[in-house]
Each structure stands twice: as C-alpha cells, then as structure tokens.
C-alpha cells in the first residue's frame, strides 16, 4: 500500500514537472515570435527595396547578396526590433522599427507602423536643394536656431549617399528622411566622433546596423526574460553588484559616462536630455570603454519643451516623459511647465552612486560619498547651476582618475 502511495506521488509530481515545463516553454515561445519579429521587419524592408521605393549602404547585402542576416534576437519590445548581424566578417547590432516614430508621446507605445504612410517623403520631383531645405527645417525644429545647422545637414547628405556615387538618389533621400525621424539616429550622426557613441555600419529605409559593444549591461550581467520573472528585485540589485567589474575598471566605465554628459551638454547642436538613465542602456567593450547601447530615450531639449509645454496635468506625475525627465505640473494652469527638474548629471550620480561606492578604495571613499551626493542634488533651477555642472563633473572625474591612472585598467 504505502508503495502505491509513494507511486501516485512521484507520478503526480512528474505530472507537474512536465505541465509547469510545458507551461514556460509555451509562455516562451508566445513571448518570443510576439517580440521577434526580424522575418516580418526584413520582408516589408526588402520589398520596398526591391520595388525601387527605399536604398541605402545596407541594402544590397541584406536584400540581395544576403551577406548580411540576422541572429540572435535582443528585442525587448515587438515595435523595436533588435538583433545581433553578422555582415561578410563583421559583427554588428540591427536595428528596426515596426512603428511610425514621427513624435514623442509620453506613456503610450506606438501605434503600429502603417504601410500607406511609410516612407512617403520626399516625393518624386523634389530636387536635392528642396530636400536639404526639408532636413534644414526639420533640424530647426528639434535643436532651434543653431548657426551650424547647415554643417549638420550636410553631414547627412553624405550618409545619406550610401552608395558614395557623390548624389543622393530620391530612393536614398527616402531612407535618410526615414531615420532622422528617430531620436536615436539623429544623434548617432551627431556625435558618431565621439569615442562613446557605437559608430553606424550602413542602413536601409529606417533599419540601421551599427558597431556590436561586447557587454550590454553596466553590471555585465545579463539573463533570459524567463529567469529574471522568478527573480525578486531586491536579489536582484544584489546579483548585480556581485557580478560587476573589479573597481578601477568600474571607474573607468563611470568616466566614460560623464564624459559622455559632457558630449551631449550644450554640445554644438544644443542640449540633449536623458530621460532613461538605466543601467541597461550602458554597455562597455573588452577595453572597459563605455558605450551608449540605447539611445532612443535622449531627446533634443527644445524638442521635448516644445511637446510638453500644453500637456494637461493634475499632478507632478503627469509631467514625466521615459522614467527621467520630469518638470512640475502648473496648478493655477493645469498644465506642465517646460523646465526639466534634474540635469543629465544629477541622475547619471544617482545611477553611479551604489556601482562606485561599493568596493571603493578607503582613502577616498569620503571623498567619493560627498562628491556624488552633491551631484545628486543639483538642480536645473540652482543659480549657478551651468559652473556648478562643470566643478563637480571635473571633480568627479578627476578624483576616479588619479585613481586608477597608475593601473592596468586605465
């Protein structure tokens, strides 16, 4: 008897061992063909391509010598599709949009791209002087009156010639008009000189391929979807720290990132703000150089300003575009002021704070503590708050340098 109940028992729990198993691997693979989507993004850009509609340095070998594929799907979200690309003998990372990205909206996702809008400008007959007016304009709409504005457009003109024939044909300029619709292009483009900004490899209408950067979390560790839902937050943020980088490399990351705020405040094309300050936008190569791994959330300021300025609001909460730029809701208007709260660099500290003060050395962990939480707390409306920007970015960076000048990792 007690043999049958041990029997019915195990036959039991190997019942629910297969069901649970069969549960996750469903769960899975629902979760992943509704965010993997690279067959259907490459169809829809291959037959614009095909008919003569788009072009770009990337097309041919996508479309027609198929020298360039994707593999491993990185998508997080099914309306922007990411994917490891193997190009000939390179390595890089695909990017795809399966929306129409023409404005910011704040807590909404796109709606599906639409088919019968995509692609639509320029139109045949517009001459290359008529679309560099257009970009001229679009460009003065996102960064404001800029005196090197027409630097700029000439700088996407010549990407914009994929093929380098020294014009830009209307299938190209289609392309080009595509991309600078995405905030993530738009500063790639400008900032491709600057060491932490992942350099562009080619594109076709609005997917991009750019360079692959080895680690793709600050704290170089990531895990399946399917893992991190068991895993409480708490833990973690505890798993993070253990798996992080020895400190002088942590602090050689962390001078790339502010000198990556340098780059992107009041650079030659206005003020940028970053509105999503996560950990897993950063990455780093095997050098321990950072790289920006998601740009999508770094939007031009007067951009931003001139699409919450009527926003309606009850609360503070209302007034928040990604999880990082915040202003204060007008109660006598009820609307959203344009003034956001925290400058780059003040969120930047909170995201380094626990990552560098972990592990720091004791002769200037104080040190350390005083000048992040400082940081922390600077505001856009402080009185001085552009000379106090510079002091403590120079000063953090500068006491990590000595710091680490004299080791192998710097």
Known sequence: MDNGKYFFYYLFISWLVVFIGSWIMYVQYSTYTELCRGHDCRKIICDKYKTGVIDGSACSSLCAKESLYFGKCLSTKPNNQMYLGIWGNLQGVIKCQMEEATQLDFGTDPEPRKEIVLFDKPTRGTTVQKFKEMVYGLFKAKLGEQGNLSDLVNLILSFADGNKDGRVSLPEAKSAWALLQLEEFLLMVILQDKEHTPKLMGFCGDLYVMERVEY????????????????????????????????????????????????????????????????????YNDKYDLKMMDMRKIVPEMNLKEIIKDRQCNSDLDCVYGTDC????????????????????????????????????????????????????LKVTASQMEMEHSLLLNNLKTLLWKKISHTNDS
Not at 275 to 282: F, G, Q
Not at 351 to 361: E, I, V
């Open 216 to 283: 793709t979390s600050l704290y170089g560790i990531t895990l399946p979807w399917i893992v991190e839902l068991f895993i409480p937050s708490g833990f973690r943020r505890s798993m993070d720290q253990w798996f992080t980088p020895s400190w002088p490399r942590k602090a050689k990351i962390a001078i790339g990132l502010l000198e990556f705020v340098e780059d992107i405040f009041h650079g030659p094309y206005g003020n940028f703000l970053m509105c999503d300050t996560s950990a897993k936008n950063l990455g």
């Open 326 to 377: 915040r202003t204060l809701c007008d109660q006598s208007k009820m609307r959203c002021t344009t003034e956001v709260i925290q400058p780059n660099l003040a969120k930047v500290c909170q995201l380094l704070k626990d990552y560098l003060l972990r592990g720091a050395p004791s002769d200037i962990q104080e040190e350390l503590e005083k000048q992040l939480y400082l940081c922390i707390a």
